[in-house]
Protein backbone atom coordinates (compact mmCIF):
# COMPACT_ATOMS: atom_id res chain seq x y z
CA UNK A 1 0.00 0.00 0.00
CA UNK A 2 2.69 2.02 -0.45
CA UNK A 3 1.42 4.61 -3.48
CA UNK A 4 -1.09 5.10 -1.36
CA UNK A 5 0.85 6.07 2.23
CA UNK A 6 3.26 8.16 0.76
CA UNK A 7 1.42 10.94 -0.53
CA UNK A 8 3.02 13.88 0.85
CA UNK A 9 5.11 15.07 -2.12
CA UNK A 10 3.03 13.27 -4.68
CA UNK A 11 2.06 15.54 -7.72
CA UNK A 12 -1.51 13.99 -7.86
CA UNK A 13 -2.13 15.35 -11.56
CA UNK A 14 0.48 12.66 -12.57
CA UNK A 15 0.04 9.09 -12.92
CA UNK A 16 3.50 7.81 -11.91
CA UNK A 17 4.69 3.78 -12.89
CA UNK A 18 4.99 3.33 -9.36
CA UNK A 19 0.68 4.09 -9.66
CA UNK A 20 0.60 1.72 -12.94
CA UNK A 21 2.22 -0.30 -10.81
CA UNK A 22 0.32 -0.32 -7.45
CA UNK A 23 -2.83 -0.48 -9.60
CA UNK A 24 -2.15 -3.38 -11.69
CA UNK A 25 -1.34 -5.40 -8.99
CA UNK A 26 -4.62 -4.53 -6.82
CA UNK A 27 -6.97 -4.59 -9.92
CA UNK A 28 -7.60 -6.42 -12.95
CA UNK A 29 -7.65 -3.05 -15.13
CA UNK A 30 -4.91 -2.68 -17.88
CA UNK A 31 -2.36 -0.45 -18.54
CA UNK A 32 -4.41 0.74 -21.27
CA UNK A 33 -7.59 1.38 -19.37
CA UNK A 34 -5.97 2.82 -16.72
CA UNK A 35 -3.90 5.73 -18.61
CA UNK A 36 -7.60 6.25 -20.21
CA UNK A 37 -9.14 6.22 -16.91
CA UNK A 38 -6.62 8.78 -15.90
CA UNK A 39 -7.06 10.97 -18.92
CA UNK A 40 -10.87 11.06 -18.29
CA UNK A 41 -9.99 12.36 -14.67
CA UNK A 42 -7.87 14.95 -14.77
CA UNK A 43 -10.31 16.18 -17.69
CA UNK A 44 -12.30 16.57 -15.01
CA UNK A 45 -10.29 16.95 -12.25
CA UNK A 46 -7.82 19.09 -13.25
CA UNK A 47 -5.57 19.37 -9.98
CA UNK A 48 -5.47 14.98 -10.13
CA UNK A 49 -7.85 15.47 -6.50
CA UNK A 50 -11.50 15.08 -6.61
CA UNK A 51 -13.56 17.10 -3.48
CA UNK A 52 -16.40 16.07 -2.10
CA UNK A 53 -18.20 19.40 -3.11
CA UNK A 54 -17.29 18.57 -7.00
CA UNK A 55 -18.31 15.23 -6.24
CA UNK A 56 -22.01 15.96 -5.11
CA UNK A 57 -22.62 18.65 -7.41
CA UNK A 58 -22.13 16.07 -10.42
CA UNK A 59 -24.36 13.44 -8.91
CA UNK A 60 -26.44 16.18 -8.38
CA UNK A 61 -26.40 16.99 -11.60
CA UNK A 62 -27.26 13.60 -12.58
CA UNK A 63 -29.91 12.85 -10.38
CA UNK A 64 -31.58 16.30 -9.01
CA UNK A 65 -34.12 14.85 -7.01
CA UNK A 66 -32.33 12.08 -5.26
CA UNK A 67 -30.79 13.08 -1.22
CA UNK A 68 -27.65 13.36 -2.56
CA UNK A 69 -25.96 15.15 0.35
CA UNK A 70 -25.99 11.82 2.66
CA UNK A 71 -25.73 9.12 -0.06
CA UNK A 72 -22.87 10.97 -1.01
CA UNK A 73 -21.21 11.45 2.18
CA UNK A 74 -21.34 7.98 2.60
CA UNK A 75 -19.81 7.33 -0.82
CA UNK A 76 -16.98 9.11 -0.59
CA UNK A 77 -16.07 8.94 3.02
CA UNK A 78 -15.85 4.95 2.37
CA UNK A 79 -13.58 5.67 -0.44
CA UNK A 80 -11.27 8.50 0.46
CA UNK A 81 -8.72 6.19 2.11
CA UNK A 82 -6.34 8.21 3.44
CA UNK A 83 -8.97 10.50 4.92
CA UNK A 84 -7.46 13.79 3.35
CA UNK A 85 -11.09 15.21 1.72
CA UNK A 86 -10.57 14.15 -1.55
CA UNK A 87 -10.44 11.32 -3.70
CA UNK A 88 -7.23 10.78 -6.06
CA UNK A 89 -6.97 8.58 -8.72
CA UNK A 90 -5.46 5.34 -6.58
CA UNK A 91 -8.43 5.61 -4.64
CA UNK A 92 -10.49 6.45 -7.30
CA UNK A 93 -9.79 3.11 -9.49
CA UNK A 94 -9.87 1.10 -5.94
CA UNK A 95 -13.22 2.36 -5.83
CA UNK A 96 -13.84 1.56 -9.13
CA UNK A 97 -12.60 -2.05 -9.14
CA UNK A 98 -14.38 -2.30 -5.44
CA UNK A 99 -17.48 -1.44 -7.41
CA UNK A 100 -16.70 -3.82 -10.19
CA UNK A 101 -16.48 -6.80 -7.41
CA UNK A 102 -19.56 -5.64 -5.49
CA UNK A 103 -18.55 -5.77 -2.51
CA UNK A 104 -19.83 -4.33 1.11
CA UNK A 105 -22.55 -1.86 -0.50
CA UNK A 106 -26.31 -2.83 -1.11
CA UNK A 107 -27.26 -2.98 -4.85
CA UNK A 108 -29.08 0.78 -4.94
CA UNK A 109 -25.38 2.13 -3.19
CA UNK A 110 -23.11 0.13 -6.11
CA UNK A 111 -26.23 1.16 -8.88
CA UNK A 112 -26.30 4.53 -8.18
CA UNK A 113 -22.34 5.36 -7.83
CA UNK A 114 -21.39 3.33 -10.71
CA UNK A 115 -24.03 5.29 -12.81
CA UNK A 116 -22.15 8.41 -12.04
CA UNK A 117 -18.97 7.04 -12.44
CA UNK A 118 -19.64 5.82 -15.95
CA UNK A 119 -21.34 8.33 -16.87
CA UNK A 120 -18.22 11.14 -15.59
CA UNK A 121 -15.39 8.90 -16.86
CA UNK A 122 -16.07 6.42 -19.23
CA1 LIG B 1 -7.95 10.73 -0.29
Same mark, same amino acid.
Given at each position: !? *?????? +??????????? +????????????????????????????? *???????????????????????????????????????????????? !???????????????????????????
Amino acid at each position: !M *GALLER +DKKDFRVLSEE +DIVFLLKNTTFTRQKLIEQHKNFIRDCPT *GLLDKKTYIKHYQDLYPEGKAQKFCNQIFEKFDIDKNGKIDFNEYILA !MFALSQAIDLNGEEIGAYTSFAVTRYS
